[in-house]
């Protein structure tokens, strides 16, 4: 079995590994997006509202349910892009 390189910090503070032709992971490199899980998503909304996974949504609790799943979607966009709302990043994107 291949010994795991050693990672030596370099002058400039960057860790590098020991040996030749490691590759490092970078850090900053974008992470896969992860799809949105509306079933997980329901659950915890369901444990929000209070509710048993069994128990139906009733009509005058529907309002109530729609704005935390709206939440749950918003905040899995943001966990996807990087703490911005889907907003910030459609006025940051170049013309």
Known sequence: AA???KLVTDAS???VPDAPGVKVKD???PK?????DAAKAGRSVRAQMG???S????PDRKAEYDR???AEQQ???RSQNGGKTALQMLLEMPD
């Open 75 to 77: 905040a899995h966009s």
């Open 55 to 58: 128990e139906r949504i009733r």
């Open 32 to 36: 896969p997006a992860k799809p949105f």
């Open 13 to 15: 503070g960057v860790r």
């Open 27 to 29: 850090p900053t490199a």
């Open 3 to 5: 010994k795991p390189a």
């Open 68 to 70: 935390l799943m709206a």
């Open 51 to 53: 509710l048993r996974a």
